[in-house]
């Protein structure tokens, strides 16, 4: 009977600590709500739009890979601006040696965001980041942003769609 007094004494405190650890633990960036970001001089409120992925990886040579995604958006919003943001890695193997590996992102309206990486002999240029540029939608439609890479002879480009209904 003792036993079992302490099993449910040491059960319920244990439940208890979980639940306050829960509360404790921040949201992830997917359950965010928008950011409010000064632009222009202006508080305005920014989402985050994933903008898709870019590789450079030299094992075996140079292989470039790049993929953007399509969004769908419910409602136009007058005065939201949106970031898309472009997860970027360059793996140096040293298998292929030299140059120059660089990333592109262009946005809707022209904006454009860039990183390039000098391949140097016997160093580990091993990188990862993040491309990104804000697009205000001036209304209703179809909206398309660009990312690329290359390195060497080898480049990937894909085209992304951020469409309002």
Partial sequence: MKQNKIFRT??????????????????????????????????TRVIPIDGGSLVIDEAGGADCTAYAGSWFVENHVPGLVYRFVVECEYVDTNNAIGGTAGFRLEGPDGTVDTWSIDDTLFLNDNWKGTLSVDFMPEGPGAYHWEIACNKGGESASSRGDLIFR
């Fill in 10 to 43: 040491c059960a319920a405190a244990f439940i208890g600590l979980f639940l306050v650890c829960m509360a404790a633990v921040p949201v992830g960036a997917e359950n965010d709500v928008p950011h409010v970001t000064p632009i222009d001089g202006n508080l």
